[in-house]
């Protein structure tokens, strides 16, 4: 197994400076899903700068740098999601979105600098380099629409990927150890929304009206009996309702309501039990209230990420040979999804997490307004990245 020589790590932490510069201004400017142009014109700029070919505008806003080095080797692909959230934040620091209502609350915007440094880092060595490395800048993660409009792109197939690799930025894990499961690591994400009709009127005579509300109340305390007990019990399957909406006033009983959630799971069998027993479920009890119920999913939604075993195997020995064996620290599988499933889908490799939780001991959840991560996890990142890279290129 070949590590990262000492150049190398000299290489990494002259660049941490200009690493967490260029993390700060993607935090800065932060844009939405399939609305990433800035962060799109500096990706490309930066790796047009660094001498890799480069394609713009795949999937909408993706972007696409090739790396040909001068040695035969393989062809390697790493990716990083480059898209903002719809929050308005609540950290205070010189570098706070500036962006009203919009926020890199899920470390994003590391992952898009780690990339380009790699990228950048890689083609000053393009001499010595194997292969062809192929850096795949996907939009629209957390809406689940980035990966597949880059893969109907033809973004693995010009060139021909042979592997594809990447990692997640995390505040569940410290700075310094990094998580790397085989198989399953993330959960699948299907999003629906019930709508159901009933007949309004007042609410002082609900025997004249059908009544969406109460039918609404029930079909979501029910719906949770569907993972208890028609889901084997050594299964994990999560299922939340986040809004529901219905009414305007204290005394109108509405003609409808509409609830919204998600159900995630880690095995595609349950998956597709569940999401045919929410729709006969919801539909059933709503007639037992006099209601209809139509419930539907939003799109496709994204399935598991599963890493492949080999891969996996590989990059936990590049990351106990960079890191020591003390820096892995796997936990369990997250609920949490990502649409780099569907790369993993189309080409074997590995999806891991690296640690970037603060030292004062407050969590910071991602996907909140306070987040804020540890930037000592970047070149943390970088590090594995590049090893993992070097190695997978010349195998």
Same mark, same amino acid.
């Not at 891969?311 to 796997?330: C, H, M, P, Q």
């Given at each position: 197994?070949?590590?990262?020589?000492?150049?190398?790590?000299?290489?990494?932490?002259?660049?941490?400076?200009?690493?967490?510069?260029?993390?700060?201004?993607?935090?800065?400017?932060?844009?939405?899903?399939?609305?990433?142009?800035?962060?799109?014109?500096?990706?490309?700029?930066?790796?047009?700068?660094?001498?890799?070919?480069?394609?713009?505008?795949?999937?909408?806003?993706?972007?696409?740098?090739?790396?040909?080095?001068? *040695?035969?080797?393989?062809?390697?692909?790493?990716?990083?999601?480059?898209?903002?959230?719809?929050?308005?934040?609540?950290?205070?620091?010189?570098?706070?979105?500036?962006?009203?209502?919009?926020?890199?609350?899920?470390?994003?915007?590391?992952?898009?600098?780690?990339?380009?440094?790699?990228?950048?880092?890689?083609?000053?060595?393009?001499?010595?380099?194997?292969?062809?490395?192929?850096?795949?800048?996907?939009?629209?993660?957390? %809406?689940?629409?980035?990966?597949?409009?880059?893969?109907?792109?033809?973004?693995?197939?010009?060139? &021909?990927?042979?592997?594809?690799?990447?990692?997640?930025?995390?505040?569940?894990?410290?700075?310094?150890?990094?998580?790397?499961?085989?198989?399953?690591?993330?959960?699948?994400?299907?999003?629906?929304?019930?709508?159901?009709?009933?007949?309004?009127?007042?609410?002082?005579?609900?025997?004249?009206?059908?009544?969406?509300?109460?039918?609404?109340?029930?079909?979501?305390?029910?719906?949770?009996?569907?993972?208890? @007990?028609?889901?084997?019990?050594?299964?994990?399957?999560?299922?939340?309702?986040?809004?529901?909406?219905?009414?305007?006033?204290?005394?109108?009983?509405?003609?409808?309501?509409?609830? *919204?959630?998600?159900?995630?799971?880690?095995?595609?069998?349950?998956?597709?039990?569940?999401?045919? &027993?929410?729709?006969?479920?919801?539909?059933?009890?709503?007639?037992?209230?006099?209601?209809?119920?139509?419930?539907?999913?939003?799109?496709?939604?994204?399935?598991?990420?599963?890493? !492949?075993?080999?891969?996996?195997?590989?990059? @936990?020995?590049?990351?106990?040979?960079?890191?020591?064996?003390?820096?892995?620290?796997?936990?369990?599988?997250?609920?949490?999804?990502?649409?780099?499933?569907?790369?993993? !889908?189309?080409?074997?490799?590995?999806?891991?997490? %690296?640690?970037?939780?603060?030292?004062?001991?407050r969590p910071r959840p991602h996907h909140a307004p306070e987040f804020e991560m540890n930037e000592d996890g970047l070149p943390v990142?970088?590090?594995?990245?590049?090893? %993992?890279?070097?190695?997978?290129?010349? &195998?």
């Amino acid at each position: 197994m070949k590590t990262t020589t000492p150049d190398w790590k000299q290489e990494i932490d002259r660049r941490h400076g200009s690493l967490v510069a260029l993390r700060r201004d993607f935090h800065r400017h932060p844009e939405l899903s399939f609305e990433e142009r800035r962060t799109a014109e500096i990706i490309a700029e930066r790796l047009h700068a660094a001498k890799l070919q480069v394609r713009t505008g795949l999937g909408r806003t993706g972007v696409v740098g090739v790396l040909r080095g001068e *040695r035969p080797g393989r062809t390697v692909a790493w990716r990083a999601d480059i898209d903002a959230l719809p929050l308005t934040e609540t950290f205070d620091a010189p570098f706070t979105s500036s962006a009203p209502g919009v926020m890199h609350a899920c470390g994003h915007d590391g992952h898009t600098a780690i990339a380009i440094t790699l990228a950048e880092i890689l083609s000053a060595r393009r001499a010595a380099l194997a292969g062809t490395a192929v850096f795949l800048f996907q939009p629209a993660e957390e %809406v689940f629409g980035g990966a597949q409009s880059m893969i109907a792109a033809g973004a693995l197939d010009d060139p &021909r990927v042979d592997e594809v690799y990447g990692l997640h930025l995390t505040t569940q894990t410290p700075v310094g150890q990094v998580g790397i499961v085989p198989g399953p690591s993330m959960a699948s994400a299907d999003f629906f929304d019930v709508e159901i009709a009933g007949r309004g009127g007042h609410g002082a005579y609900p025997h004249l009206s059908v009544d969406p509300i109460t039918a609404a109340a029930n079909i979501l305390l029910g719906m949770q009996n569907l993972v208890s @007990r028609e889901v084997a019990a050594y299964e994990t399957a999560v299922l939340t309702v986040g809004q529901i909406v219905g009414g305007t006033k204290h005394n109108i009983i509405p003609a409808s309501a509409v609830m *919204r959630g998600s159900l995630r799971t880690f095995n595609d069998g349950v998956r597709a039990q569940l999401k045919q &027993r929410l729709a006969d479920y919801a539909a059933g009890i709503a007639r037992a209230y006099r209601t209809e119920a139509r419930l539907t999913f939003q799109g496709d939604g994204c399935p598991a990420v599963v890493n !492949h075993a080999a891969e996996t195997a590989f990059v @936990r020995e590049v990351a106990t040979a960079e890191l020591g064996a003390g820096a892995l620290n796997d936990g369990p599988p997250v609920m949490a999804s990502d649409d780099m499933s569907l790369f993993l !889908h189309e080409r074997p490799g590995c999806y891991f997490r %690296v640690g970037i939780a603060p030292t004062d001991g407050r969590p910071r959840p991602h996907h909140a307004p306070e987040f804020e991560m540890n930037e000592d996890g970047l070149p943390v990142g970088l590090r594995l990245g590049l090893s %993992v890279m070097l190695n997978a290129l010349g &195998r």
